[in-house]
């Protein structure tokens, strides 16, 4: 069997028409309306349906509105568009069980998780699918997964797609009695792109698309049930919002006014923004953005992003950021610079929070990035490529049609570089996203005989990098070989002004505590301090640099993306190209001084920087072939062909793309495609962390007694606040200090008990203190 030629142009295939109202540009729904047949008031469109009808046509009709917007006009959208049709009419089909519907009618909440799980009610839509063509295929996992998750097709010990084929009406899930025209539907034909040779990936991608269109459809239909008010506060449309946001940041760029004759740094910015104006109308794609530290590429990227967006009708931008660190600086400047377009315009969305146990409660709460900017991490961005769970996969096709911004693009891990170059070049090749790569160190991701996994095609939107790289040189890098904490701290203690970046939490405490005691000249920072705690004392370095006072910084790296911070002199442990050049970007930024100066040096604490070593030991090598400009392009591109391209086998070291096969053989299960196993070998962080909620101020402490009334419902804006007082931990820690933390809401969140005495004013949460307390006692 030809799976993939198989299409809906047989003889026993029958024109494909929408149920019950024929598409139009303006949905028939109204989105604040229920669509249930529970609601007095419902939906005028569906108020004389079935109350199962009207679900489904709601559910059906959004599914197949996402499903299109990925696409431009033409056959793959209007193929796309049947066939998000079909999934939402047919998800809920188990739900015509007459045990189903009596069960319903005695629920005061029909979408409650309880109802929804009392009787398997997706497996019925998934056996129809797959019962009336080959083609159900397509639709089936998503139909049976949209409560449960994306299943693996064949699994020995827990649930897989097979085993729910397997099952039996009447025995095992009840009868079915849906209306004929509900059921007896055509199947449309597939999109061309899954008709090339050996389409394995591009169909897995495909069904993963139509699974996140449909989940987002059926919670939205929920939300309008249960939270219409939630339900309003959705965000207006980008293709209105993005004309006027560019005015905004037009503005913005000309308050800098011209550039001096001295400032080259002013006018190497100049350049980054005018390149990127004109390649704002390039045909989409993929794209570099090869912009030294400190050459405004934060502003210029959305420059070219916005330009781009309304030249070719992109949904919204997504700026990709490595570390939760820093995401909320980025955030913060575009908001800033947004603010009159509304508060909505920006969401930042990280991975902290985002429950392990899904409710329904939680995953109407969670983001699905129905916003003209999105500001997120590498991990809430990747792991969701490849996630199987329906509240980290709703999102999926709203990155269709979109700009992606990759912001220090150099950070994906070498161990998961197949599956994530794999998947953006899904996302450029066949749902029309455009991705910028944007880093002063831009790796070798070009397709080449030696890294065949690579782009095929890229374009640079900087003309001549080169000359910016040699107009941005501001510093002298200096190997010094091993250097004691001893050594370290007494030449930062010496010097004014000086930072000092290390691998580890634990080191820079150190180092911190050896500098002679100064509580307004020391800081220190690392991911053991809250979002807004960092936040202050950045606010408070930067003031101290700016009133040429005396200020040493010690940090983790941290510190080292996107953190806009000058100092005349920075130490940097061992470590990759990347992280050097990132840290000789926090030295003489602005270019105030003919030169800046880098000491890069080995620290004492080889064994507990074990995790880095492989990367330290590439970057020491380049450092001695490149002495004389070690942060050259030419010696960008050697560190990452070293530890990039001669690292074949561990370009996809867990197999993720192995878990999705065809079996052509198979009639019952060509499909392949594991999908759960593959989400469970995914991790960019290989150690589970918890995260932690600090109550480290009034506000936070307000937020916390929010979270503790459970009258209060879980809701976006909640979540976003409660984001910028937390701190991850590894579960390990977790589990040896639970006497710390207070549990609520199901165990979904964790409390710290008593931050006056585990959560310092200089280093943040402290679990050194073991002290059993009372689980029940909160420090006021």
């Not at 499909?671 to 936070?700: C, M």
Request: charged share 20%; hydrophobic share 35%; aromatic share 8%.
């Amino acid at each position: 069997m030809d799976f993939y030629a198989h299409t809906s142009d047989s003889s026993d295939q029958k024109t494909w028409e929408p149920l019950f109202t024929p598409f139009g540009e303006a949905d028939p729904h109204d989105p604040t309306k229920s669509c249930s047949g529970k609601n007095a008031d419902p939906c005028p469109h569906c108020q004389n349906l079935e109350p199962q009808h009207g679900h489904l046509n709601k559910v059906a009709h959004l599914t197949a509105t996402f499903a299109a917007e990925m696409f431009p006009e033409g056959p793959t959208r209007d193929a796309a568009r049947q066939w998000g049709y079909l999934t939402g009419l047919w998800h809920d089909l188990g739900k015509f069980a007459p045990e189903f519907q009596s069960y319903l009618a005695t629920a005061s909440d029909p979408h409650s998780d309880e109802v929804l799980q009392k009787i398997d009610h997706t497996t019925a839509g998934a056996k129809h699918a797959i019962a009336t063509s080959p083609l159900g295929h397509f639709i089936a996992t998503a139909i049976a997964g949209h409560h449960a998750g994306l299943l693996d097709a064949r699994h020995e010990s827990h649930a897989s797609l097979e085993k729910r084929l397997s099952k039996n009406f009447g025995k095992e899930i009840p009868n079915i009695l849906p209306p004929s025209q509900v059921t007896n539907q055509p199947f449309p034909p597939l999109p061309d792109f899954l008709k090339q040779t050996s389409p394995h990936f591009s169909a897995s991608f495909f069904q993963r698309i139509l699974f996140s269109c449909l989940v987002d459809a059926d919670f939205l239909a929920t939300e309008a049930f249960m939270n219409p008010a939630q339900a309003n506060l959705r965000p207006c449309s980008s293709d209105v919002i993005f004309p006027q946001a560019l005015t905004l940041l037009e503005k913005k760029i000309a308050t800098f006014g011209p550039a001096s004759d001295g400032d080259k740094v002013a006018k190497a910015r100049t350049t980054v923004v005018t390149d990127c104006s004109n390649a704002g109308g390039y045909a989409p794609g993929i794209f570099t953005l090869t912009v030294p530290t400190g050459g405004g590429k934060t502003l210029a990227s959305l420059n070219f992003s916005l330009r781009h967006a309304i030249a070719h009708g992109k949904k919204r931008i997504i700026y990709v950021i490595p570390f939760t660190s820093i995401i909320e600086q980025n955030a913060s400047v575009f908001r800033k610079l947004l603010s009159p377009l509304g508060e909505n315009t920006v969401i930042e969305h990280h991975s902290n929070l985002a429950p392990e146990k899904e409710t329904t409660s939680s995953r109407l709460a969670t983001e699905n990035w129905e916003a003209p900017i999105i500001v997120t991490t590498a991990v809430q961005f990747y792991e969701s490529l490849f996630a199987n769970k329906t509240s980290r996969s709703r999102k999926l096709h709203n990155i269709a049609n979109s700009v992606v911004i990759l912001d220090e693009a150099q950070c994906i891990p070498v161990n998961y570089l197949t599956p994530c170059l794999r998947a953006l070049e899904e996302l450029s090749t066949h749902y029309h996203t455009t991705t910028v790569l944007c880093t002063a160190t831009q790796p070798s991701v070009a397709k080449s005989p030696d890294f065949p996994i690579g782009f095929p095609n890229s374009t640079e939107i900087i003309r001549d990098t080169h000359a910016l790289f040699a107009d941005l040189s501001r510093v002298q890098v200096d190997y010094r070989g091993i250097l004691s904490d001893d050594t370290i701290s007494d030449e930062i203690a010496k010097a004014p002004q000086a930072l000092c970046i290390v691998n580890t939490r634990n080191h820079a405490q150190i180092l911190f505590e050896a500098l002679p005691d100064s509580p307004k000249e020391n800081w220190h920072l690392s991911t053991l301090m809250c979002p807004e705690h960092r936040l202050q004392v950045l606010a408070t370095v930067r003031k101290r640099l700016q009133d040429n006072l005396a200020v040493r910084l010690i940090s983790t790296q941290l510190i080292e993306a996107g953190v806009d911070i000058d100092f005349p002199l920075v130490y940097r442990s061992m470590a990759g190209l990347d992280s050097i050049a990132q840290a000789a970007g926090r030295c003489n930024r602005e270019g105030k001084r003919t030169l800046g100066h880098v000491h890069v040096y080995h620290s004492e604490h080889s064994s507990s920087e074990r995790f880095f070593a492989q990367t330290a030991n590439v970057g020491h090598e380049i450092l001695d072939l490149h002495a004389t400009d070690p942060l050259s392009t030419s010696a960008v591109k050697a560190y990452f062909n070293k530890y990039y391209h001669q690292q074949k086998d561990r370009w996809d070291a867990k197999d993720i793309l192995g878990e999705f096969k065809y079996a052509p053989s198979d009639r019952k299960l060509p499909l392949i495609f594991n999908y759960r196993t593959a989400a469970e070998n995914f991790k960019l962080i290989e150690n589970t962390q918890i995260p932690i909620i600090i109550p480290w101020n009034d506000h936070a402490k307000k937020l916390y007694k929010d979270l503790l009334n459970e009258s209060i419902q879980l809701h976006r804006n909640l979540f976003r606040s409660l984001q910028r007082y937390t701190v991850t931990i590894y579960e390990s820690q977790f589990h040896k200090n639970y006497h710390q933390f207070q549990s609520i809401r199901d165990g979904q969140f964790h409390i710290l008990i008593c931050p006056e005495t585990h959560y310092d004013a200089k280093f943040g949460l402290n679990l050194k203190d073991e002290t059993p307390i009372s689980r029940f006692l909160i420090c006021d």
